[in-house]
């Protein structure tokens, strides 16, 4: 074996209803919000952090930032 070998994740590709709720309670409150950092905390695969962003982004409970091809950033919205 050449190399050091990057330990792979088993990520989950669907939310379960544990997940689900973690998502929507911690997600909202997040400063900084990304697909990658929602893969880091949730153990969730890249489309699906994905996906699930645009869908709380169309909800209007958090705001895109900026949008590129490879990374997007969201914020949460605050009542100021």
Do not use: C
């Not at 939310?15 to 911690?26: G, H, K, P, Y």
């Not at 962003?53 to 705001?63: C, T």
């Amino acid at each position: 074996n050449k190399g050091k070998m990057r330990e792979k994740i088993n990520a989950k590709v669907l939310f379960d209803e544990d997940s689900w709720n973690r998502f929507l309670a911690e997600v909202p409150k997040m400063k900084l919000i990304t697909p990658s950092g929602l893969i880091e905390r949730l153990k969730i695969n890249g489309s699906l952090a994905r996906a699930a962003l645009r869908s709380l982004e169309a909800e209007g409970k958090i705001a895109l930032v900026e949008k590129h091809h490879k990374q997007m950033i969201y914020t949460r919205i605050t009542n100021a």
